[in-house]
């Protein structure tokens, strides 16, 4: 089946920098991905729908200078969580639309730990 | 307010038996529906989509599509420990979730 991979797995960064999580499909293009976070016990939060070429769309709530999302090609988006605070430590999962619009995968998620 | 809505709690059904999961929707232009199962820790995984009004089967899976009623459901035939997770359905206009259903299967 179809493959949505992300990149890094898991990742623990300083307070107060940067860090960049990919998501890719690997075997279909993708015009549509979509960017969750999740906490421990809690529910899927979407963040941003991304569309290939355009801005994001970006839930109520969620800071788009904070939470950046980039989608270049068909195929690649990535979420740039900037001055990363504890607080920011989660689950974050991308998902991604198939062409056909007839089907959505997730990525396998990235944790981010904060410290 | 979410275009597809998941109102059932959690759920515990005996090993070998049909486990019934619903949601409801309201009418916004989504023209797949789609049910996850996710583990604790894990990422969703797709366990089926529809576009069709009916059933639609995969091995002990059978989603269903009412188009005039707007809901869409999952049946787990002989249900096992290891479908033991939470299951979420979405839209394809909104891919917002919820808290979703919790499914424990008794051995």
């Known amino acids: 089946g179809a493959v949505v991979s992300q990149h890094p797995s898991w990742v623990i960064c300083k307070s107060g920098t940067s860090v960049k999580i990919e998501c890719r499909s690997l075997?279909?293009?993708?015009?549509?991905m979509f960017w969750y976070r999740q906490f421990p016990k809690q529910s899927l939060m979407l963040m941003a729908t991304?569309?290939?070429?355009?801005?994001?769309?970006?839930e109520q709530g969620v800071e788009k200078d904070k939470f950046l999302i980039n989608h270049a090609s068909l195929t690649l988006s990535t979420l740039t969580v900037t001055s990363a605070h504890p607080e920011d430590s989660s689950f974050y999962i991308c998902?991604?639309?198939?062409?056909?619009?007839?089907?959505?995968?997730f990525g396998e998620g990235s944790w981010l730990t904060v410290v | 307010q979410k275009e597809v809505e998941q109102n059932s709690g959690p759920l515990s059904v005996p090993e070998g038996a049909i486990a019934s999961l619903n949601c409801t929707y309201s009418d916004r232009g989504s023209q797949s529906f789609f049910w996850y199962r996710q583990y604790s820790g894990k990422s969703p995984e797709l366990i089926m989509s529809i576009y069709s009004n009916g059933d639609k089967e995969d091995g002990r899976f059978t989603a269903q599509l009412n188009k005039a009623s707007q809901y869409v459901s999952l049946l787990i035939r002989d249900s096992q420990p290891s479908d033991s997770a939470t299951y979420l359905c979405?839209?394809?206009?909104?891919?917002?979730f919820g808290a979703g259903t919790r499914l424990t299967v008794k051995p």
């Open positions: 075997d279909f293009q993708a015009t549509t």
């Open positions: 979405a839209g394809s206009n909104d891919m917002r």
């Open positions: 998902s991604a639309l198939d062409r056909s619009g007839n089907t959505i995968y």
């Open positions: 991304s569309n290939e070429g355009s801005k994001a769309t970006y």
